[in-house]
């Protein structure tokens, strides 16, 4: 093996593949990188339990070239120190094989010899037949994720609620996440003839909005039993599945409410935010949230050693009941608002015990369901 790469490309793919390396195993080679170079490209790999990391360097990138490849092979190299060393060195990177399991790193007038282990002795990719395949949009895909994974639990206990649920119909793709408090359920309309389910880890979905932050093109989607495949032209992600039965969240979802309102969602989501400054104490982030006539939100929550905090908002129009009292975390609030691009929210209100909906005006596709807290 020998080439010569851009040192900032190649820092880059050696960050990105890194993330997926476990310090922690008792297989020395797994805490390594392997690096492949074929005629057309360099290629990455990184691995744990969980997840496979593999970024693909071109030869050229916009028109220029990054990649010089002059002798094709592979080799493993202990991921810490590759990518310490790389990160240091000041211009192009030659690197070469230069005996038996030692590769040599040069930069100018700086020579890094590294022990490393044979290509041929990393385990190999997960077996990918293709057949559960659809594609979608990156930025849409990116979006379907950060409006939902935020919304899983945080407690092994249920194992599967730590993970987003993940549903294929002919024509449309379903997320939903809950930590059995709040839900989050997105759907977006998909060109895919594919039907089924899975549940993907959170912290795989993390990862995917890391790798794959800038992507413009499309990603490429890959279901098997226990693997599932994100990939694009320059990276692939794969993710173990979680095992189980996802619940039925679509039937949490209630089919009236007592009120409806429409606010301001930016608004609200300052009010909402300025409130959990006096709500820390409780341990549900207790938020007091009321309406008292057909106009206006009262928003308010108190600590016993700060204070008390109160305003209120023009509701922009009501139906329904004109009188409500409700108890909310405000930190569940505030994720939902969060990831609501639309100018305006509807919120829906089963009663002071019940859950509320909330969705964007004119978005009924994307939904968040937060059960009330003791007040």
Not at 13 to 31: E, G, H, R, Y
Not at 82 to 107: A, F, M, R, W, Y
Not at 191 to 196: A, I, L
Not at 247 to 258: C, E, Q, S, W
């Amino acid at each position: 093996m020998d080439f010569i790469i851009r040192s900032e490309c190649f820092h880059t793919a050696l960050s990105d593949v890194n993330k997926a390396v476990s310090l922690k195993t008792p297989f020395p080679i797994l805490s390594g990188i392997k690096i492949t170079a074929n005629e057309d490209s360099l290629v990455l790999i990184g691995s744990n339990s969980d997840i496979i990391i593999e970024k693909r360097i071109p030869l050229t990138i916009d028109g220029v070239q990054v990649l010089k490849v002059n002798q094709t092979g592979s080799m493993v190299l202990t991921a810490t120190y590759l990518c310490e060393i790389v990160k240091k060195l000041p211009g192009d990177i030659h690197v070469k094989v230069t005996g038996n399991q030692i590769i040599t790193l040069q930069s100018e007038e700086i020579v890094t010899r590294l022990n490393g282990f044979q290509g041929e002795e990393y385990p190999s990719l997960p077996e990918i037949d293709g057949t559960n395949h659809t594609k979608i949009a990156g930025v849409e895909l990116m979006e379907m994720i950060k409006q939902t994974v935020f919304a899983v639990s945080r407690s092994e206990g249920r194992p599967l609620l730590t993970g987003v649920h993940m549903s294929f119909k002919e024509n449309s793709l379903t997320f939903a996440a809950t930590n059995s408090h709040r839900l989050a359920l997105r759907e977006r309309p998909i060109d895919s003839t594919f039907t089924g389910e899975c549940i993907v880890p959170s912290t795989s979905l993390n990862e995917f909005i890391k790798l794959f932050h800038d992507e413009t093109g499309f990603i490429h989607i890959y279901v098997t039993d226990r693997f599932m495949l994100f990939t694009s032209r320059t990276a692939s992600l794969y993710s173990r599945l979680l095992e189980g039965n996802y619940p039925n969240v679509t039937g949490l979802i209630p089919k009236g409410a007592k009120t409806s309102i429409i606010i301001d969602t930016k608004r609200l989501l300052k009010g909402i935010d300025r409130a959990c400054l006096f709500a820390r104490e409780w341990k549900n982030n207790n938020v007091f949230v009321e309406i008292t006539d057909e106009a206006t939100l009262k928003i308010s929550s108190n600590s016993s050693e700060r204070g008390r905090i109160e305003e209120t908002q023009p509701i922009k129009s009501i139906d329904g009941d004109r009188e409500l009292s409700i108890s909310l975390d405000g930190n569940f609030l505030m994720d939902a608002l969060k990831a609501i691009k639309e100018e305006e929210v509807r919120l829906h209100f089963g009663g002071s015990m019940k859950p509320v909906l909330i969705e964007p005006v004119g978005h009924s596709s994307y939904l968040h369901l937060i059960s009330p807290v003791r007040s």
